[in-house]
């Protein structure tokens, strides 16, 4: 019975501890569409395996789901926006499983969304951030935000056009428009140059960019851009027209009364081309080698105040085109200051924090015990799969489709061959032949359906429904009401080609079986088929394991076929078999629409009606196994025999462990969350008899430390770092901080059914200070903050804390569980999602030990200069 409930209940999920990942990488442009309106489009690149989501969705605000992309601007009365978002890109809508099988639109590769706005007032820049979540099939990272600023320039008359034309002659016009470089340029002392702030990671950087100025005059300077190109990479220049082709390198000054641009901007050096673009199919001008120059000479009135600005470029080579890059820049003319980088305006007034904590950041490195862990993250689903596999293999030979199949096939190997080791080598092709024939099912699924359509398979609400459907029919044809064949004339044909004989006919003898057995195994077949559909190997996995199951006995039976007299005898226990699957086919298919009931809120399938039908099924089987239940193909119960009385008593067993799904757990204030049934019911908390409950809490903490209060589990805890800490020094408690989020399905396992149990229990309730900090919590702060060691501007305590793991631990993944003292270093190696109470609570227990450790050792020291004073 073991494996049989293996079978119904294996849903796995990797551990999530990683390095730090930004996935989505953001490029923003501007265009004028007529007049004082403009589009302002805003692109995503997003990593492979990726996904993020859109800014439309169907679920309330109130739903547990990921955050969907947002676009937020800086107030001001200088624009307005006109007509709502547009988005554009690789947009799907499927379940979402990290988030309950939750509805939702996201994009993946790429999305693009854009806005049509007036500009009012063109002096200003139209400034803002975007947020956006990202999550691949393991796990999601905090939401982050990317900000941008976008200076919109009105042209002075519509449809005048100042660019010279792109013809055959384009190169000559070109250098018509080009001022010689003043003969003394090549004598400027070259000032040091600061490169650019590289594009996100992930994202190619074939051109760096350096700044530089010299003084001409008495209030004149000449900027200097400097670009430097890889080989192999082209970019494009300030005179290729950009309707419909490339982005043309431009340079974009944020207006200000103390200087004003004298001509247009030069541009020398590097290798320059010019004739038709094979992307774009225009004239171009084009750089294929540099370093390239460009220069533009300006009147400064006010040399104290910087010049700001950015320039956009756009780079290909043979293969592709990246999309257009800015690159801000500042240029400080005062006292001979060299042009810059501006990561972030010191005029914006913005707060800066550093959250970097020195005793943290030494002890993470090399903590003050040992307590096992390390950062890796470990992922044996495959091996499960295979197990699963294996076990259906295991069930499919009891069934009266393949059981008698056995001795007939060892015993015909061994009587027509020659001697035994011709038999038993006959009787291993056999084997070896089910075992190719099945994976050769398994990857030809896979490379029929693809990776990304397998998982939206198994969380699609139309495909579980048809699942669930498909299912009940299979629960039924167990049940002995009809059959689910392949058409006889297959079954022909292959028992035709196996009487050829030879390494040829055993294999058609092996396919002939596949045949006729399909209406007992199709069902396991299919069952195990859509268990394993999340991931690109699950299908040849698990057909590995169901055909290697299939193939032992053959080959075992063969090797010694005096094992043979041991084998019972076929008969009606091997209908019993098939009904017993019918039965676990039938609650398999409740698993599938509650997928589908969650995903498209139908609420018809709620926690209390899922375990109610469950228990119902698994009373239904026991009563069957006992005898008071029979179906079409079966004879009457004489006499319960021991192997039936024992399944019998098991399946009880099994029956009353599901209705114990139906306590209350006070500690919780909700269901008790069967192990067994995680992953295949829906969550306790999906429920319509349980009123909610207000949790108590000390108001004499409460009333000092506004960040007390109810986590998971009923559990008190602080959501504010500083105030945790604070509490832990009063108290003289170690500290355990618990990096979660509202979203995170690994942290709610973590809660349900490791922090449940009393061992962990008691020890996160007594002996430690739990310090829960949300990474994904929304809230504004009261003014929004500069990161020193990053930055990144923080807008939400979500930021806030996501800011804080990154820069003391270097990691962005939740769940993250760190013991520290009251003083703020780190007992042991951090630990992140993995399963196992015991392990746990090893963890738990080692880290107060070292901190036992530590404060005797800290009493000792302080004792003994004591002594010394004395």
Known sequence: MKYLVLLASLMFSPALFGQIQDPVHWVFESR??????????????????????????????????????????????????????????????????????????????????????????????????????????????????????????????TGQNTEPPVDENIAAAVEEHIDKPKEDFTEVEQLDALEAVPPPTDIEAPLKWTFDSKKVGEQEYELLFIASLEKGWTFYSQHTSPENGP??????????????????????????????????????????????????????????LPITGYLTYMACDDSECLPPTD???????????????????????????????????????????????????????????????????????????????????????????????????????????????????????????????????????????????????????????????????????????????????????????????????????????????????????????????LALPFALFAAFPGWLNSLPKSGGWMNSVKVVLGFLELALALKFLSVADMTMHWNILPYEVFMGAWVLIFAAMTAYLFGFIRFPHDSPVQKLTATRGTFSFLSLALTIYLATGFFYNENTKSYNSLKLMSGLAPPATYNVFLPDTNKELDTRIKDRYPSFTKCANNLDCFKNYEEGVAYAKEVNKPILLDFTGYGCVNCRKTEEHIWVADEVKQKLSEEFVLVSLYVDDRKALKETLLSVPRQEKLRNVGNKWADFQIVNFEQNSQPLYVMMSPDERVLAAPRGYKEGVKEYAEFLECGLNTYEQVTEDKKKDKQDRRLGVN
């Open 32 to 157: 004028h569409i007529k007049g004082n309106e403009f589009e302002l489009t805003f692109k995503a690149k997003i990593d492979d395996g990726w996904k993020t989501y859109s800014p439309f969705q169907e679920y309330g605000e109130d739903a547990i789901a990921p955050i969907p992309t947002g676009i937020y601007y800086d107030e001001g009365t200088h624009f307005e926006a006109v007509g709502k978002l547009m988005e554009s890109g690789n947009r799907k809508v499927a379940a979402e499983p990290l988030f309950d099988n939750l509805n939702v639109a996201y994009f993946t590769k790429n999305a693009t969304f854009t806005q049509r706005v007036k500009v009012l007032d063109a002096s200003k820049p139209i400034t803002g951030y975007v947020e956006s979540m990202a999550c691949n099939d393991e796990m999601c990272l905090p939401p982050s935000s990317t900000d941008f600023s976008l200076l919109l320039e009105i042209p002075a008359t």
């Open 247 to 304: 982005v043309p390198t431009e340079f974009h000054f944020e207006k200000s009364g103390h200087f004003e641009l004298l001509g247009p901007a030069r541009e020398e050096g590097g290798k320059k081309k010019s004739g038709i673009d094979p992307f774009f199919g225009v004239n171009v001008v084009k750089f294929t080698e540099g370093p390239v120059t460009f220069t533009q000479r300006v009147r400064v009135l006010d040399s104290n």
């Open 327 to 549: 690159v801000d820049f500042s240029f400080g003319l005062a006292a001979g200051v060299a042009g810059q980088v501006q990561a972030f305006d010191p005029a914006s007034g913005l707060k800066a924090i550093d959250q970097t904590v020195p005793s943290i950041r030494a002890t993470y490195v090399e903590p003050l015990g040992n307590c096992g862990e390390e950062n890796v993250a470990r992922n044996s689903s495959l091996l499960w799969t295979f197990i699963l596999g294996f076990a259906g293999g295991l069930l499919a030979l009891l069934t009266p489709c393949v059981f008698p199949m056995i001795p007939l096939t060892v015993s015909f190997f061994t009587k027509s061959s020659q001697d035994r080791a011709s038999g038993i080598r006959n009787a291993l092709l056999y084997g070896l032949s089910i075992i190719v024939i099945y994976v050769s099912i398994g990857l030809m699924i896979t490379a029929f359906f693809g990776e990304d359509a397998l998982n939206l398979l198994s969380t699609n609400w139309i495909a579980n429904t048809l699942f669930f459907i498909i299912f009940i029919a299979f629960a039924f044809s167990f049940f002995g009401f009809y059959e689910i064949t392949l058409p006889s004339s297959w079954a022909n044909k292959s028992d035709s080609m196996a009487d050829r004989g030879g390494l040829l006919g055993i294999f058609f003898m092996a396919f002939t079986l596949a045949i006729v057995s399909f209406s007992c195994t199709g069902p396991i077949i299919g069952s195990a088929l859509v268990q394993s559909a999340t991931d690109k190997l699950g299908p040849f996995i698990v057909m590995l394991g169901f055909s290697s199951a």
